[in-house]
């Protein structure tokens, strides 16, 4: 869906530094744009690839204005009215209104006229689809499911009894949302299983990414706040709530019963255990565990680099024996008597 | 499926504080629980939760009975107690026996008439399904797939081909059982693939989490004892052996032909090597990474707690010069001659 | 397929060492091998195994051969041939030929009439299969995607808009191979969807295991080599490229924009950051993080093993304490004057 500079410059409210008339077909890189395309500059990393592109026009802030060899669209945040004149561009294909005959709906469904359901998949009894909801191939929707308007299910995903997803939320292949939470408990060596009782309910403008599992609450709901966005490979307990705009990484793992605040942002591969409570606007790097409620926003981490292998492993024996390597500081310290701060810092061992 | 307090209490072996004819119709937390719901008390943490609760009636032990406001019911494990009052009173809806006309099924399969195969299945060559076996939505069983009486897959279940489930286990939407293992020889700068011809073998009441994966063995079968509980995003190698009740937290990877004992408890996001054997009994905390053989039952851990990120950069830092922090350790001993333990210890690095 | 000795030492180059008539009808380990099996030794810890094998013959190499008590079959590599004989024994069952009619096919889709598509699998349009592709169970095939020949989806595997598969590559169950990478600007506290425009390309002789995701590019395309091989449940996010034969065992999460070497190996539950560079010939051991970029091909680790739970505790406490009592060493260095080295070191901190 082609236009021109003069038409993105007002729907996006931008400055536009250049012919009005120009038309824009799609978006490419800065080093691979050329001819219709439009590419944008964010980082300053990419600040040196700016000069010698060849796009017809480039998004970017008043700073680098200047430096554009071709026409600028000049926007206050450009990488997201990049992502908006993208979205304008290349515009997902809408699904054709309809329920495939491959797919079977239970009774009591209500299915607007707008929605599509895909071939293969199943709507439970008395699920509901708003108006422009795409359900994909092979999904399978549990009794009761509630889907609102624009919801999207790519493919093969299941959403369990009852859960609810907010409007224009989307939801990649693979994703499983409302299977049993990981509830047992202990009898002798054996485990009783407690039924699951809960669902999950996800708000508005929510992303769930591929092969993500959102498990349903033990006897509450599991909650996902509006504009949460999670990328693959996630696991997310029972009865988990998770604030509005926060945004994880892939492969995070989330234990039952935790509470994470609005805007916070957790890298990949995360650990963070049950029962604990992160505050808004915390920031956790890739690789490391949470294993205690954190109260304060901030940047957390705990992940260790890579080092070559042999000398790792001299590091890590040395690391095992930390507590005689302090000992023995201890004694000398003790042998020449350096002073009360060293005898503090030691009473606190 | 209500009950009166008298019945659960003969039924579950309770000693009953309270009118025997009070009707319970659901279970509640202690604090939310009102009217006709059942609450529990397990945790000392919730104890204060206790005095306020306006439960019919809550299931407890005999020390906490008499801190009970309402009917309490009196049991030695009230945990598991709830869980089967719990599952009483909210029993699975069961499947309708029979096969969906879009399912499709093998030459050969034999198909108890008690059970349930959902739309869009697919049931390999001779594969057998027990009484009250309930195979959901959009599941795929190869040829020569055993499925003991009242296995459920819930939804878009892959079983390989002659996995065998024991009776009771409940498979959740997305696991994949009986896949080829990750056997690869290495040829030149090539990867050979080595076939993979044992396959799965799963005890009875087994837990499988949504989008776990359990892999073929190469030559002899992986083997998944009675009574344990995977949960989700969980990857077993081939010719893992898995001992009964153990259970297993989300996103746990073990690798390849490594053999895990009875009874142990496996924390979140633990990473376990090939080839190692771990005894009975034995847990590990989340985050940890196992790669030598476990002995002895207990706790092992090795995760690290997340710190604020300016902090455990210099932490990093630290470490990495471990070595040369206790070698200085090591000169200022020699200097000032501290003693035989200091020397001891330094002549094991 | 059985095959006489003498065929299997033509066939794949090795030299015979007994009865050439004799008939293998399949692969099994030194310990449980007997009658018609054929066993293999590769690895050191097994060839205790070879003096009392049963089996009717055994590959291994020249150094081993001498001590085999019953017929050899003597290679150069011996795993990889007999990872190839395993193969030739036991021939995966050919899917048959032909469409399923509970599937469903867009117009405009090319497939080959040797190629197999499953039931109730769902291919785009313009969808191009070549000969011998087999299509298993219950897969969904965005529009334009492109598999060479002997491409073999197992079930369930969900292929996105134009990804493309090179010859002889293997997708086990439940991958998701293009679905959106993880790509959102940031606007006040939401954040902005950026269209995922590019697509997956993958080489030929690829394997991609159980649940495991591959991203689509943002705007270019994520690129997987000839022979990569891929474990269960890997993330890898959009823009990533991995070098040809480069192996990655499970539960590896990689961050978008990462290019990764040629015969690099990654070990399991390894975490890579994004916008990194990792050369050839790189090994990672488990549960490493890479966080930043490897120029030198060698093994790198930061992986910690597991100690008793309170000896731990006690470990981590000191290291949370290391920048302390690395003061407390300068101090006592410069109360004693340790001399130039100590004094070298510390001007690092």
Same mark, same amino acid.
């Given at each position: 869906m082609p236009a021109s500079l003069g038409e993105l410059a007002v729907r996006f409210g931008c400055e536009l530094r $250049? #012919?009005? $008339?120009r038309r824009i077909s799609r978006v490419a890189s800065l080093a691979e744009a050329d001819g219709d395309a439009l590419a944008f500059l964010a980082e300053p990393r990419y600040r040196r690839q700016l000069a010698t592109t060849r796009a017809a026009a480039v998004v970017l802030d008043a700073r680098n204005a200047d430096g554009c060899p071709v026409a600028a669209l000049v926007a206050a945040n450009p990488h997201a009215t990049y992502a908006r004149i993208a979205a304008l561009l290349h515009p997902a294909l809408p699904a054709s209104p309809g329920i495939h005959p491959s797919a079977v709906v239970g009774a009591g469904a209500r299915i607007d006229a707008s929605a599509s359901v895909g071939p293969g998949s199943v709507i439970g009894c008395n699920a509901v689809l708003g108006a422009r909801v795409s359900v994909g191939p092979g999904c399978v929707l549990e009794d009761g499911v509630v889907l609102a308007e624009d919801v999207r299910l790519v493919a093969r995903v299941v959403l369990g009894r009852d859960v609810r997803l907010g409007a224009r939320s989307i939801v990649q292949p693979g994703a499983v949302i409302g299977? #049993? $939470?990981f509830g047992f408990a202990r009898d002798g060596e054996a485990w009783v299983k407690i039924p699951q009782l809960g669902t999950v309910s996800i708000g508005e403008d929510v992303e769930v990414g591929a092969n993500t599992t959102i498990d349903r609450g033990a006897l509450a709901d599991t909650l996902i706040g509006d504009g949460v966005k999670l990328d693959n490979q996630i696991h997310i307990g029972h009865n988990v709530h998770i604030g509005a705009h926060t945004a994880i990484a892939g492969c995070v793992g989330i234990s039952g019963s935790t509470t994470i605040g609005r805007r916070c942002q957790i890298g990949g591969a995360v650990g963070i255990a049950g029962h604990l409570s992160i505050c808004d606007d915390v920031a956790v790097t890739g690789f490391s565990m949470v294993s205690h409620s954190i109260t304060s926003p901030g940047v957390y981490s705990s992940g260790i680099p890579v080092e070559g292998a042999h000398v790792w492993r001299r590091i890590v024996g040395r690391l095992k024996r930390i507590d005689t390597l302090a000992e023995r500081v201890a004694r000398l310290e003790h042998a020449h008597d350096t002073g009360e701060a060293a005898d503090a810092d030691e009473r606190q061992d």
């Open positions: $250049g #012919d009005p $008339g299977a #049993d $939470g």
